[in-house]
Structures are given as C-alpha cells and as structure tokens.
C-alpha cells in the first residue's frame, strides 16, 4: 500500500518526548507564527506538529513526519521502500483534472487535492496536496509538500490539541490544556528558519522546521 508514513503508529506511541518537541514552538512573535515540524523524529517517523498564530492560538499535535525523495518515470510516482530493506513503492499517478490526482498500487487507491494555487507549471505535481486518510476509523487529513528537486514532506496529525502561548523576550509560555503533560516555560531561539527549544536553564534542545 501506499503509506509514505508506512512506519507510523498509533496514538498510544506517543511519549514524553513529544512534550519536549512541543514546549519550545510557541512565541507570540510575527517571526514564529506559522506551521512547524519536528526535525528530530523517531525512526518510525513520529514527531511533533505545530501551528502558532498571530492571534496567541495554538495548535499542537504528535504524528508523522516523514521527509524523502521522489521522482517519475513512466507515469508512475516512485517513492521510498517502507521498511528498510524493502523495495521502492511505484503507484500509477492519474491527473483528475489540474488540481487532483489519484495514486494507484495493487493495495490502495489515494487521492490528493492541490493547496492554493499550481507553484510550478513546467512540473504540476510540486506543491502542497492534501490526503484524508482513515485509520481505525478515524478520518485523518495527511499533508504531502512536494518540492522541486525530487524532496518530498509527509505530515499527518493524528490528535490537534487547541491552546495557546505567550512571549516575553527569548521566554516562551505554552498551555495546551487537553494534553498531558502540559507544557510550561522554555526559551526559545530562531535561526535559518530553524526553531529550537529548550528548558529555562538549558539542556536537552529540541528543533523544529517550517512547512
């Protein structure tokens, strides 16, 4: 089957680390708003996912993060091998108008529709497309970033906890009250597009990239 996330588990995987990815990804500052990811995952692929807003709101879920290569040959789109030692996984890729397609394998059948508007127009399959996926009866919204140069982004959120988050300085208070254990303080720093969290008094940093 076509999972890019074949690794990924369920909710009960998640742990504590989880809440250290979390904690340091929410300054209220125009330079942080905006979606993040983990770029420390497991090898499975779970990470952290974060949404801050401009109006102190945020959005924090654990789930997969999975980056790789693609490319296409043949009217097939080939991807990774799930598992290590596994083969690469070729789907047939069928244009369902400009802005939707349908990924195809003996296993599965996978539909993406574009968001926003086509990015490249020389290769249509470059941009963000979303998937709704069940899994365990649950429906589940799976975002696939294409870019440009045959690199590929996987993230799909398996449970968004609403909240919020406040800034002072390089402090960073986060609360997501429907996720144990929540959050407190940590600082946080900015660079290259690269937000890195960390304890009040230092340690352990967790790094989170835009998507």
């Known amino acids: 089957m076509l999972r890019f996330a074949a690794s990924v588990a369920l909710l009960a995987c998640v742990s504590l680390d989880f809440a250290c990815c979390v904690s340091a990804q929410q300054p209220f500052s125009g330079s942080i708003v905006g979606r993040w990811r983990s770029l ?3 090898k499975g692929g779970l990470g952290a996912i974060v949404e801050f807003r401009s109006d102190g709101t945020a959005d924090f879920s654990p789930g997969a993060v999975v980056e790789g290569p693609w490319r296409i040959e043949n009217g097939q789109l080939i991807l990774p091998p799930a598992t290590d030692r596994g083969a690469e996984r ?5 244009w369902l108008g400009g802005n939707k397609l349908r990924l195809e394998d003996e296993a599965s059948v996978i539909e993406l529709t574009r968001v926003g508007d086509r990015v490249d127009v020389r290769n249509p399959i470059v941009g963000e497309w979303i998937e709704n996926r069940d899994m ?3 429906n589940l919204v799976a975002h696939w970033l294409v870019y440009d140069g045959g690199k590929m982004l996987f ?12 800034v002072s300085g390089s402090a960073l208070h986060f609360s997501f009250p429907t996720f144990t254990p ?16 960390s304890a009040p008094k230092g340690g352990n940093e967790s790094h989170l990239a835009r998507y």
């Open 90 to 94: 070729k789907t047939d890729l069928k």
């Open 182 to 197: 929540t959050p407190g303080n940590f600082r946080f720093k900015l660079a290259d597009n690269v937000l890195t969290l």
């Open 155 to 166: 993230v799909m959120p398996f449970a968004i906890h609403h909240g919020s988050y406040t």
């Open 40 to 42: 420390e995952t497991s």
């Open 136 to 138: 365990a009866g649950r």
